[in-house]
């Protein structure tokens, strides 16, 4: 079946604006991540879902983010008042958190580039 | 809290030498392990993964072994291909709820083949 797919592929925004970045998890799949890789921090966790709710918002960097998910599908990460260190590819990767399946699929990412 | 060390790169090999990535881990309990990789251009995917003490992941003629006593996680392969060459990551998971905790990766090893 379909993979983790993101959208856009590429973001391109100017300081100060707000982005949102959407992934639709692989069907089926319960939970759902999201992280930034950049060259500074390498691959950080931001949030997690399971279901609709996020337990874990602990790697949320600043209050200018956030995140949700509605019908325990697709989810939007949304950047408010973009700032130049918010420049990354962020990942958002799904599980079916079956018994002791705890593997997470990574979708392509979006690079995000504020400028 | 919970964290992965591994050897920076860039890690550079002739082709069909034996290939070693060490990586340890520190957790505040008991972790599943896994290895992701990133080929040039791609997102990143499952390698392999252990979920309890002495089990053995393997995918691709690559292996390792999860050593609680040790804390470790090293990534083995017997003969490297330039087909190898990509960015590894170390990983780990802590089970909560009915399900798991964003990864807490490694810097990852920058590994490069030459033929």
């Known amino acids: 079946g379909a993979g983790v797919s993101q959208s856009p592929s590429n973001k391109v925004t100017e300081k100060g604006k707000d982005v949102e970045l959407r992934c639709d998890p692989i069907?089926?799949?319960?939970?759902l991540y999201w992280y930034r890789q950049s060259l500074g921090q390498g691959l950080e966790f931001l949030i997690y879902?399971?279901?609709?709710?996020?337990?874990?918002k602990s790697g949320l960097p600043s209050d200018r983010f956030s995140a949700e998910r509605t019908g325990g599908s697709v989810s939007t990460l949304t950047i408010q008042r973009t700032q130049q260190e918010d420049s990354a590819v962020y990942l958002c990767?799904?599980?079916?958190?079956?018994?002791?399946?705890?593997?997470?699929?990574f979708g392509p990412g979006t690079r995000l580039t504020v400028t | 809290g919970n964290s992965v060390t591994q050897m920076e790169g860039p890690v550079t090999l002739s082709e069909e030498a034996f290939l070693t990535i060490n990586c340890t881990y520190t957790?505040?309990?008991?972790?599943?392990l896994f290895w992701y990789v990133q080929y040039p251009g791609e997102g990143l995917q499952l390698l392999l993964k252990?979920?309890?003490?002495?089990d053995k992941g393997s995918n691709k003629g690559f292996e390792a072994t999860y050593r609680k006593e040790t804390t470790s996680f090293h990534l083995e392969k017997g003969s490297v291909q330039v087909s190898d060459s990509a960015v590894y990551f170390c990983?780990?998971?802590?089970?909560?709820?009915?399900?798991?905790?964003?990864?807490?990766f490694g810097k990852g090893t920058h590994l490069i083949i030459q033929p």
């Open positions: 990767a799904s599980s079916p958190q079956q018994g002791a399946s705890y593997e997470q699929y």
């Open positions: 069907s089926g799949h319960t939970a």
């Open positions: 879902f399971q279901g609709n709710s996020a337990p874990d």
């Open positions: 957790a505040t309990g008991y972790p599943s």
């Open positions: 252990a979920t309890k003490a002495d």
């Open positions: 990983a780990l998971t802590l089970r909560s709820g009915g399900g798991a905790d964003g990864l807490t």
